[in-house]
Antibody, heavy 122, light 108 residues
Framework: QLQLQESGPGLVKPSETLSLTCSVS??????????WGWIRQPPGKGLEWIGS???????YYNPSLKSRVTISVDRSKNQFSLKLTSVTAADTAVYYC??????????????WGQGTLVTVSS | DIQLTQSPSFLSASVGDRVIITCRAT??????LAWYQQKPGKAPKLLIY???TLQSEVPSRFSGSGFGTEFTLTISSLQPEDFATYYC??????????FGGGTKVEIK
């Protein structure tokens, strides 16, 4: 049974860097069939894809966030991480990690973590 | 970017009703579309991908159809556990992965 668990600070100050980690259990992050992604949801609003990473390190990002986002993978720990720089109140959201099922150019998210609320405030 | 517009954004329905939600894309995306269900305080759950393929263990009362720019999610007989918000998502990674604005299904 795949489980994903987000962890990291729930409060970040404006202009600082948001850092989250997703721990994966029940499957290897090194599986060739999957990418691993981050999606966020501001309170009361819809979903926004942030970016995804393959276990070998290749990434693809939402262009609207690309200049501020870095996603990395730690195969030894079966984890992947998100860094978002220069945050503002607009980055306040529930952040989800998810397994990104890749089939050619098709990417869907078939398993999700429970989500973690990150608030940007001084 | 490909924008997805869902309609309606809100609907009120009764148990047993047939419910249809539409998702329109600003350009053709072939069958690269998925549908998710999200309940309050929970992560989204994948229901359908490739426009019409039912995800494992999803009840057969859910079905999807469409191609190109217009897609539908149908719930053939609404059950109490189906009251939730539904999102479509375009799946083609040549473009940013985007979600529709959501359709909230509430009890009449």
């Amino acid at each position: 049974q795949l489980q994903l668990q987000e962890s990291g600070p729930g409060l970040v100050k404006p202009s600082e860097t948001l850092s989250l980690t997703c721990s994966v259990s029940g499957d290897s992050i090194s599986s060739s069939y999957y990418y691993w992604g981050w999606i966020r949801q501001p309170p009361g609003k819809g979903l926004e894809w942030i970016g995804s990473i393959y276990y070998l390190g290749s990434t693809y990002y939402n262009p609207s966030l690309k200049s501020r986002v870095t996603i990395s993978v730690d195969r030894s720990k079966n984890q992947f991480s998100l860094k978002l720089t220069s945050v503002t109140a607009a980055d306040t959201a529930v952040y989800y990690c998810a397994r990104d099922v890749a089939a050619a150019v098709s990417h869907r998210f078939d398993d999700w973590g429970q989500g973690t609320l990150v608030t940007v405030s001084s | 970017d490909i924008q997805l517009t869902q309609s309606p954004s809100f609907l009120s329905a009764s148990v047993g009703d047939r419910v249809i939600i539409t998702c329109r894309a600003t350009q053709g995306i072939s069958s690269y579309l998925a549908w998710y269900q999200q309940k309050p305080g929970k992560a989204p759950k994948l229901l359908i991908y490739a426009a019409s393929t039912l995800q494992s263990e999803v009840p057969s009362r859910f079905s999807g159809s469409g191609f190109g720019t217009e897609f539908t999610l149908t719930i053939s007989s609404l059950q109490p556990e189906d009251f939730a918000t539904y999102y479509c998502q375009q799946l083609n990674s040549y473009f940013p992965l985007t979600f529709g604005g959501g359709t909230k299904v509430e009890i009449k």
